[in-house]
């Protein structure tokens, strides 16, 4: 079906690191936010540790009540899977 999320793994989301392609994950769901950076309250530099890995210990630390879902709905690229659970 169309709407199947995409798979990714930790290394193909460690590769979109940067500010001009950054991805992140919060329990399980990988977010595309190079767009949002310009709106982050908390500024880039802060939205940019968190960037390219597994950003749901930081982002619960900073601000676990922020509707992260809803804001980054349209951001959302894929779920993230062990490299061990994906085919070769
Ligand atoms: C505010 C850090 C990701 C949305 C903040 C602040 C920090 C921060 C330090 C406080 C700024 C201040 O009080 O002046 C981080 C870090 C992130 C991250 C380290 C990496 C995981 C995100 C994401 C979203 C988001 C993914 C939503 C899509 C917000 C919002 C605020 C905020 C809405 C304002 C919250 C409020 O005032 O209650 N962030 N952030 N942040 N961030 Fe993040």
């Known amino acids: 079906t169309g709407n199947k999320l995409k798979d990714i793994s930790p290394d193909e989301l460690a590769q979109h690191n940067n500010k001009n392609d950054a991805w992140l994950a919060i329990r399980g769901m990988v977010y595309n936010v190079t767009s949002y950076f310009e709106f982050h309250p908390g500024g880039e530099e802060e939205l940019m540790?968190?960037?390219?890995?597994?950003?749901?210990?930081?982002?619960?630390?900073?601000?676990?009540?922020?509707?992260?879902?809803?804001?980054?709905?349209?951001?959302?690229?894929?779920?993230?899977?062990?490299?061990?659970?994906?085919?070769?």
Not at 53 to 65: C, M, Y
Request: proline share 5%; with cysteine.
């Open 49 to 88: 540790r968190g960037v390219g890995i597994d950003a749901t210990d930081l982002f619960d630390q900073v601000h676990k009540w922020v509707n992260y879902e809803s804001m980054l709905k349209k951001c959302l690229v894929g779920r993230l899977k062990a490299d061990s659970m994906l085919p070769p």
